[in-house]
């Protein structure tokens, strides 16, 4: 940490809660590794969440859905290591909660003992609020996640916008009304409709509501990291805004080291180290 910077507080469920009532907007971001949680700690960033994106934006896989919990105990302990004070969520993957409440309760208890999580995220309404009761109950903060599911993708129709129509907003609206019942702390709207955020945000008691794509009226806002940087090839989201391009930065670096290599322009004299001329003409003496 630099000098002259007051190493922040842990932030807190509580500390989250007084933002909501004080009209502050909470930040929120995905991370998958130490160094780049390091970078968020630094920049203040409140939230961090261990993806299961991390299985297409770090492994490099079509969807999430082969994410296992081990990978997301890895990851998730490398960015608590690079972000000690954040409030860190992990993500539940793909068949970890899905099976039934025992399951659920017992990998979200993985996220807290191993990795020192601070929440889990996991997907679905009104069908997964007995597994949130059941990890509230345990004593482990439970995040929902609505609209956009990467993980139902297949029966949604693909990545597109959820809830444009009255019943189908209804819908998502009353399945974000059964999690906050069911002892939810927050939930993240993903690409739904910005006026039915607003109204989920509104209906809101006891329950932080996030928005990722989802338009400007949640309690805060969620963003993909390697979105925000250019950093995943495969397309590019239109709720993404490009805060700087690094993945060109970081090509053109990559293409100017090949090219450096190649015409012997690398390594130069204040890359490498040298040897005094003594000591080199002893050494040719002894291997001879």
């Not at 204040?270 to 080199?280: S, W």
Request: charged share 20%; aromatic share 8%; glycine share 10%.
């Amino acid at each position: 940490m630099p000098e002259n910077v007051t190493p922040r507080k842990k932030i807190t469920l509580p500390y989250l809660f007084e933002k909501v009532k004080k009209g502050e907007p909470i930040t929120w971001l995905t991370c998958y590794d130490y160094p780049t949680a390091y970078l968020q700690e630094q920049a203040g960033i409140e939230m961090i969440l261990v993806g299961d994106s991390l299985g297409m934006t770090m492994l490099g896989y079509d969807s999430t859905l082969p994410v296992t919990m081990d990978d997301m105990i890895r990851h998730t302990q490398a960015v608590r290591r690079g972000a000690p004070t954040a409030f860190l969520v992990g993500d539940m993957p793909y068949m970890s909660y899905q099976p039934g409440v025992e399951t659920a309760v017992r990998n979200a208890g993985r996220f807290m003992a191993e990795a020192g999580c601070d929440a889990i995220k996991l997907e679905g309404g009104a069908a997964m609020a007995d597994r949130v009761k059941a990890i509230v109950d345990a004593g482990i903060p439970a995040i929902g996640h609505l609209g956009l599911t990467p993980q139902s993708v297949a029966a949604l129709g693909g990545f597109r916008l959820q809830g444009k129509s009255a019943a189908l907003a209804k819908k998502i609206a009353d399945d974000a009304k059964a999690l906050e019942k069911a002892g939810a702390c927050a939930i993240l709207l993903e690409l739904v409709p910005d006026r039915l955020c607003q109204l989920i945000t509104e209906r809101a008691e006891n329950c932080i509501i996030m928005s990722l794509g989802s338009g400007p009226h949640a309690h805060g806002q969620l963003l993909i990291y390697h979105d925000m940087f250019g950093l995943y090839p495969k397309f590019k989201p239109k709720m993404a805004k490009v805060y700087g391009n690094a993945g060109e930065v970081i090509l053109n670096g990559l293409k100017n080291y090949h090219d450096e290599v190649i015409g012997r322009q690398f390594p130069a004299p204040e890359n490498y180290f040298g040897m005094p001329d003594e000591e080199y003409e002893e050494l040719k003496k002894m291997l001879t």
